[in-house]
């Protein structure tokens, strides 16, 4: 650049050069604001997640306790009824050694 620059073009180029470290310092503003508002993107997922997480894992919970106290009254049932079962198997038995005894009092006579 052997040639001498004019002072209009002096100012024209100062002018450029402004303008390029304007636009230089808004990129650099974008981009940190891009690369905040990714993190922040980043962090809310990550806390999406993890509410997620623990709500699916409350609800586990409850159906787990839910489960163990139908299993917890179906073996009370279960007990309950092989309890009248075995009553009734004795009922059942005593009628039985009754009639056989009325029976045998009907052939004694």
């Avoid at 304007?22 to 922040?40: H, I, M, N, Q, Y």
């Avoid at 980043?42 to 159906?63: F, M, R, V």
Wanted: cysteine-free.
């Amino acid at each position: 650049m052997g040639e001498k620059l004019s002072k209009k073009q002096l100012q024209e180029l100062s002018s450029l050069e402004e303008e390029l470290s304007f636009l230089v310092d808004k990129k650099k503003g974008l981009e940190d604001t891009l690369s905040s508002l990714e993190k922040e993107n980043e962090e809310k997922k990550n806390t999406k997640s993890e509410q997620l997480a623990n709500e699916y894992k409350s609800s586990l919970d409850k159906i787990n306790i839910s489960l163990k106290d139908l299993s917890d009254k179906e073996m009370s049932l279960m007990k309950s009824f092989s309890s009248m079962l075995d009553e009734f198997n004795d009922d059942y038995k005593d009628i039985e050694l009754f009639d056989l005894m009325v029976e045998k009092e009907q052939d004694d006579d």
